[in-house]
């Protein structure tokens, strides 16, 4: 159904999934349309039972990807990757950071990157930002293809169609979420100069890395629930919002003096 039929089934009262297989033969619409509906929400219940979020991902129209973050809490991960570069194929993941919304796991190119294809069969839904373009596609270079029920949301879109714009750092400030000291100066590429410390020998350019990835997987599930509840205040019904997790405290150590040197020398090389 589209967004009109959709309202339509609200303002007659039909809210959940069972007010409509108990009495949908009563709503005001074709009859052939309500044998169909009633078999798209039978279809629906069977996919949601089986943790099948796949299933909604390919039927939902993207803006309102949202709407699956309530009906899978205990299959969540939220997901970010850390590279060698911008594009897939080209570039190498060096490190992939998940949150599960109670334990944090990390993935290190070298040490234990191909654990990862094992651990992401434990979720039906993925969470991240801007992975729709850069994440997954990478992830699915080194791994292949994802679970075929898992679904995904990339929170770019629903927090841009609520007006947030900019890098996920930029919508952090706005929505108020601070980072620890100069984590808040790191960047896609500070990080991958980190990660060329790591490899000359400096384990601290490697938890420091490592802080910078969680930061960002753990602010994921703040920006979820704010994304999830800020679009049910657009609906035309009420709907009751979920609570707001605390920040997640990651407590990685990270090295502010190498943070600090590796500005400058970004710094120096855009100097004439």
């Keep these: 159904m589209g967004e009109l039929t959709e309202r339509r089934l609200w303002a007659e009262g039909f809210l959940t999934w069972a ?3 108990e009495r949908g033969h009563c709503c005001a619409l074709p009859s052939t349309l309500v044998r169909t509906i009633a078999e798209h929400v039978s279809e629906s219940h069977r996919a949601l039972a089986a943790g099948d979020a796949r299933y909604f991902e390919t039927r939902l129209p993207p803006g309102e990807l949202w709407r699956l973050y309530s009906s899978f809490p205990e299959k969540v991960a939220f997901l970010d990757i850390e590279t060698t570069g911008l594009y897939a194929g080209s570039d190498a993941i060096t490190m992939i950071g998940l949150f599960d919304g109670t334990n944090t796991k990390v993935f290190v190119k070298g ?5 990862f294809a094992r651990e992401i069969r434990n979720y039906s839904l993925l969470i991240t930002f ?15 293809e994802l679970p075929p029920y898992q679904g995904h949301i990339d929170l770019l879109y ?6 947030y714009r900019g890098g ?4 952090e400030a706005q ?8 984590l808040k100066d790191v960047n896609g590429f500070i990080a991958v100069l980190l990660w060329r410390e790591y490899r000359r020998g400096n384990a601290a350019a490697l938890e420091t890395l490592i802080r910078y990835n969680l930061e960002d997987v753990v602010n994921l599930q703040y920006l979820a629930d704010f994304a999830y509840n800020a679009a049910l205040t657009r609906l035309p019904l009420s709907v009751k919002p ?3 997790h605390p920040k997640f ?4 150590p990270f090295d502010t003096e190498l943070i600090e040197r590796l500005k400058r020398r970004i710094l120096a090389m855009y100097q004439f």
């Design 249 to 252: 405290t990651v407590d990685t």
């Design 111 to 115: 040490i234990n990157l191909p654990e």
């Design 130 to 144: 801007n992975g729709k373009r850069f994440d997954l596609p990478f992830i699915r270079q080194v791994f292949g």
């Design 175 to 182: 929505l108020g979420l601070e980072r620890e000291g100069v």
């Design 242 to 244: 979920l609570p707001l």
């Design 158 to 163: 629903p927090l841009r169609k609520l007006g």
């Design 168 to 171: 996920l750092k930029s919508i």
């Design 19 to 21: 007010d409509y297989l």
